[in-house]
């Protein structure tokens, strides 16, 4: 099982080749490839120092799978080359999700669209990925109408130079900046680029990716997005509507049976989730679950989830799992 990951010395491609060893994916010669600036620079895999190689390199070595994560760019270029030559491209990037012949997976929740033959998977947005596993079971049972978002994203989110860019800060030390303004001490409702409509792309993805991963086009989505000073994971308040009435303890439950949910919620012992808890953990914490009582048949849910892991790697070696396991490649 040879298999190529394509960005290999990001946050999140580091992430990926960690999580290939920790999980025993059945790696048999692994290939980590970048841009031209890291080619020859040695990571580490079981151990034993790998060589970076060149995107071409990594097409040329024929591996079974090759999982990206690389920007939109590079997928936009590149798994194309990949998949014409006969390779598995899971992309982590925006380039393919709502790409109407590309799957966009979550296994827990839509595993099914993918079907033998396919050679380009997109893996979700990471807020999305968190908000549809807590959503899932419940759109299942009581048909959600509407959801209104608002994201408290880390700086991980951004990459290296923000998580610098925060750290500098912190030191007071003046360094190149990954924002527009000053992150620590500071939050500010802006991630991904404005639209036309002043809506932001890390917005704009949350409500088209939902209803595409929960293959309902009537569900009502608005959403706004914040950028706030700290590592670990990202974190949500969601309300959302449901078409049929529900009973909150019912709720409750078909959450916490959910693969890959923890319900986290006693708030009379201060316990609801939090970035510093599902850091370097791959499950999905929901707490703070309670009626609105200003509306019939709505709920609030707060979510958090590491947005490295479950919010990208680990969800794209997921799917190469899936696919594993049910020779699909």
Same mark, same amino acid.
């Given at each position: ?256 049976? %959910?693969? $890959?949910?923890?319900?986290? !919620?006693?708030?009379? +012992? ?5 970035? /510093?808890? *599902?850091? =370097?953990?791959?499950?999905? %914490?929901? $707490?703070?679950?309670?009626? !609105?009582?200003?509306? +019939? ?5 707060? /979510?958090? *989830?590491? =947005? ?22």
């Amino acid at each position: 099982m040879k298999t190529a990951v394509v960005g290999a010395t990001g946050m999140v491609g580091r992430t990926m080749m960690k999580l290939l060893e920790e999980r025993n994916f059945p790696v048999t010669e692994i290939i980590p490839a970048a841009s031209e600036k890291s080619v020859g620079k040695e990571l580490m895999f079981k151990g034993k120092p790998v060589k970076v190689v060149s995107v071409m390199d990594a097409v040329k070595a024929k591996p079974v799978f090759a999982i990206f994560s690389a920007g939109a760019s590079t997928s936009k270029e590149w798994a194309p080359v990949f998949a014409k030559n006969g390779i598995i491209v899971i992309d982590n990037s925006s380039a393919w999700r709502m790409d109407k012949d590309v799957p966009l997976v979550v296994p827990e929740i839509n595993s099914h669209v993918i079907k033998k033959g396919v050679k380009l998977i997109a893996n979700p947005n990471c807020s999305t990925i968190q908000m549809v596993m807590a959503l899932a079971p419940l759109h299942r049972k009581y048909k959600i109408k509407r959801i209104v978002a608002a994201t408290y994203q880390s700086v991980t989110g951004t990459g290296v130079k923000a998580v610098t860019q925060m750290e500098n800060e912190r030191k007071g030390i003046k360094g190149e900046m990954a924002y527009a303004h000053p992150i620590d001490m500071n939050c500010f409702p802006h991630g991904g680029s404005f639209q036309p409509d002043t809506y932001t792309t890390e917005e704009q993805k949350l409500i088209d990716e939902t209803r595409k991963i929960l293959e309902d086009q009537s569900i009502m989505v608005t959403a706004t997005v914040v950028r706030i000073p700290v590592v670990g994971g990202h974190s949500e308040a969601v309300n959302v509507e449901f078409e049929k009435e529900y009973d909150l303890q019912e709720a409750i439950s078909l959450m916490s049976k %959910f693969p $890959g949910v923890v319900i986290y !919620d006693n708030p009379a +012992e201060n316990k609801y989730p939090m970035p /510093i808890l *599902s850091h =370097n953990r791959d499950e999905v %914490f929901v $707490g703070r679950i309670r009626r !609105d009582h200003s509306r +019939e048949k709505c709920l609030n849910l707060w /979510i958090v *989830s590491d =947005n490295i892991r479950k919010g990208a790697a680990t969800n794209a070696i997921q799917i190469a799992e899936y696919m594993v396991a049910n020779k699909l490649y």
